[in-house]
C-alpha cells in the first residue's frame, strides 16, 4: 500500500494564483515605495529644471561681465586644460543624476553661510543687483531659491545671505572649479540621517544645483539655487484620476487573468480529482471525458488518466473474473483427489480390506489423472503469465518459427506459404507458443493439414492459420477465447489454449479472430512488423 503524504496544511492551487496575481498586481506599488522609483522621478525633474533655470541665468551673468571685461573686472580661477569642454561638440547637456534610492548622493542639511573673508567687488556687486529683477520674477513661477555668487563664492543676489559666503559647501566649492554639481541635502537637523524617514522620502529632501558662470575659460561665478522636490503624495492627489483608472484596469486585468486560471487549470483540476476519488469507489460512469479541458496538457492528461484507470478496472474485472474460473476449474480434481485418497486411507486403516484391488487401482489411476490435469493446468497458466509480459525490444521472422513448428509437430501436415521473411516484433518463442495452440486445436479436433499463409502489409504481417478439421459450432464462436471454456474436458482440455494466443497477441499489439469458414476452421493474425 502506498503510503499516504503527512497531514498538514496546504495551500489550495486557486490561493497559490489569486496569491501570484496580487503579489505581480503590486509590484508597482513595491516599486514606487521600496525602491523609490517615482521620488527618484521627481527629484530627476526637478533637478532637470534647476539646470535650466541656472543656464539660463549663467548665460545672462556672462553677458554682464563680457560687457565689463574691458573696465577690467576681475575674473576667477582658470579652468584646467583638461576640463575644459571640447569646443567642437554642438552639444554638452548635464542630465540629472541624483539617486535618493542608493543613499549616497544623501547628505546632510546645508551648512550655514560663513562671513566673507573680503566682500565683493563693486563691478560684481552691480551684476547682482541688475540680476536681482530677473530672480524674483522667475521665484513667482518656479518656486525655487536663487543666489548668485561671484568668482569667490560671495553672494551677491539673493532674498537673503547677500555678502555672505558660500564657498565652504562642497557643490559651490566643484562649481568654483568650473565642474557643475548637484546634491541632495536632507531638510532635518545636523545629524546622521536615519535609516528609514518616511513613506515618502521626498518630502525631506532639497535638492541644491551649483552651475558655474564661465568666461574666457575663468570662472566668474556661480548660479546656486535649491528647491523641494514635488511630494509624491500631492502628485498622485492631483493625478487622482488618472491612478485610479490605472488601479481599478490593474484590479480589471488581474480578475480576468484570475478567472482564466481557474477555467484553464483550476477547474480541469478539481475535476479530474473528483474522478479520481469517484473512481477509487469503484463508481463506473466516472469513465467519461471531462466536460472542461482547459489546455491541450490537462486534455493529455486527463485522457491518459481515464485509459489507464479504465484499463485498471477492466483488468481487475479480468482478475476477478479469471480467478472465479480457476477456483472452478481447480475444484473438480482437488476434490476428486481428496475423495480418493480418503477412501485409499480409509481401506488401509481397516482391519479388513473393503476395496478390492481393481477399485485401489481406479482410485490411483484417478489420482494420477486429475494430477496431470493440474500439472497441465500449472503449465498454462505459467504461459499466460509469460504472455501477458512486456514485450522487450522482441523480433523474429516467421519463417524460423514455422521451422520451429514443423519439428514439434512431425507427423502432421503443415503448409506455409507468403510472407515469411519479413520479421514481426514478436520472439520466436511467444510467437511459437500462438502458433502450438492453435495446430494443437487443430489436431485435437480431428484434422490432417494445418495451412499458414503471410501477407504482407504498411507496418503488420497478416497470417491466416486454417484447418480441416472439426467446425465450431455457432453456439460456441463467442465463447472460444474465454479462459477455461473447452468442449473437451473429459479428454484432459484446460480451456486456455486461445486465452493464451489471444494474450500474446494483445500483448504484443497484435490481434486475432476466428474468421468464418464453411469447412474446417480459420483464424486471422494480425502481427506487429519489427
Known amino acids: 500500500m502506498i503510503p499516504r503524504a503527512r497531514e498538514k496544511w496546504r495551500p489550495s492551487l486557486g490561493l497559490v494564483i489569486f496569491a501570484v496575481l496580487a503579489s505581480v498586481a503590486t509590484l508597482p506599488l513595491v516599486g514606487l515605495f521600496f525602491f523609490r522609483l517615482y521620488d527618484n522621478q ?43 569642454p571640447d569646443r567642437e561638440d554642438q552639444l554638452t547637456p548635464i542630465r540629472p543624476a541624483l539617486d ?8 546632510r542639511r546645508r551648512p550655514n553661510a560663513l562671513p566673507a573673508s573680503a566682500p565683493a567687488s563693486p563691478a560684481y556687486i552691480e551684476i547682482g543687483t541688475r540680476l536681482m529683477p530677473i530672480i524674483l520674477e522667475t521665484q513667482k513661477v518656479t518656486l525655487a531659491g536663487f543666489r548668485i555668487l561671484d568668482p569667490s563664492g560671495v553672494v551677491i543676489a539673493g532674498r537673503d545671505e547677500v555678502g555672505q559666503s558660500l564657498a565652504h559647501i562642497e557643490e559651490v566649492a566643484a562649481a568654483m572649479q568650473g565642474q557643475y554639481r548637484a546634491a541632495l541635502r536632507i531638510r532635518k537637523p545636523d545629524k546622521p540621517p536615519p535609516p528609514i524617514y518616511s513613506i515618502s522620502r521626498g518630502v525631506g529632501v532639497h535638492v541644491f544645483s551649483a552651475m558655474p558662470v564661465v568666461v574666457n575659460n575663468h570662472v566668474t561665478g556661480v548660479i ?10 500631492d502628485h498622485f492627489y492631483q493625478e487622482r484620476r488618472k491612478f485610479i483608472l490605472a488601479g481599478l484596469t490593474v484590479v480589471l486585468a488581474t480578475v480576468a487573468i484570475g478567472l482564466i486560471f481557474s477555467r484553464t487549470i483550476t477547474r480541469p483540476m478539481r475535476e479530474l480529482v473528483d474522478r479520481a476519488a469517484r473512481i477509487s469507489r469503484g463508481d ?17 492528461l486527463s485522457h491518459s488518466f481515464l485509459e489507464m484507470a479504465e484499463q485498471l478496472a477492466r483488468r481487475s474485472d479480468y482478475i476477478a473474473t479469471f480467478s472465479s474460473h480457476l477456483t472452478h476449474e481447480l475444484k473438480s480434481p482437488l476434490t476428486s483427489i481428496k475423495g480418493a485418497a480418503e477412501l485409499l486411507l480409509d481401506s488401509l486403516q481397516s482391519k479388513s480390506d473393503n476395496l478390492t484391488r481393481m477399485e485401489q487401482k481406479n482410485f490411483i489411476s484417478n489420482i494420477l ?13 505459467r504461459e499466460l503469465a509469460r504472455a501477458e509480459a512486456a514485450p522487450q525490444n522482441e523480433k523474429t521472422e516467421l ?25 514481426i516484433g514478436m520472439s520466436s518463442e511467444k510467437a511459437l507458443i500462438v502458433l502450438s495452440h492453435l495446430t494443437d486445436n487443430a489436431i485435437r479436433h480431428n484434422a490432417k493439414t494445418v495451412r499458414l499463409e503471410a501477407t504482407e502489409e504498411a507496418g503488420s504481417v497478416r497470417m491466416t492459420v486454417s484447418n480441416d478439421g472439426d467446425p465450431i459450432s455457432e453456439a ?55
Do not use: C, W
Request: hydrophobic share 45%.
Open 42 to 84: 521627481l527629484i530627476h525633474q526637478t533637478q532637470a529644471e534647476l539646470i535650466a533655470q541656472s543656464r539660463v541665468l549663467a548665460a545672462v551673468y556672462a553677458r554682464e561681465v563680457e560687457a565689463r571685461l574691458a573696465a577690467g573686472i576681475a575674473l576667477g580661477a582658470e579652468i584646467p586644460p583638461e576640463a575644459r
Open 224 to 233: 546656486y539655487t535649491s528647491r523641494t522636490p514635488s511630494n509624491i503624495f
Open 284 to 300: 463506473r460512469d466516472a469513465f467519461q471525458p471531462l466536460a472542461h479541458y482547459g489546455t491541450r496538457e490537462f486534455a493529455q
Open 399 to 423: 519463417s524460423q518459427v514455422v521451422g520451429g513448428l514443423k519439428s514439434r509437430f512431425p507427423t502432421r501436415a503443415i503448409e506455409a506459404t507468403g510472407s515469411l521473411e519479413r520479421p
Open 476 to 530: 460456441n464462436r463467442e465463447k472460444i477465447f474465454d479462459a477455461f471454456f473447452t468442449t473437451r474436458r473429459d479428454t484432459g482440455g484446460t480451456g486456455m489454449g486461445l486465452a493464451i494466443v489471444q494474450a500474446v497477441m494483445t500483448s504484443h499489439a497484435g490481434s486475432i479472430r476466428l474468421l468464418p469458414s464453411d469447412q474446417g476452421v480459420a483464424f486471422e493474425l494480425l502481427f506487429p512488423a519489427a
Open 369 to 381: 489423472g486429475d494430477t496431470g490435469r493440474l500439472e497441465a493446468m500449472t503449465q498454462r497458466l
Open 100 to 107: 535618493l534610492a542608493a543613499g549616497a548622493d544623501l547628505l
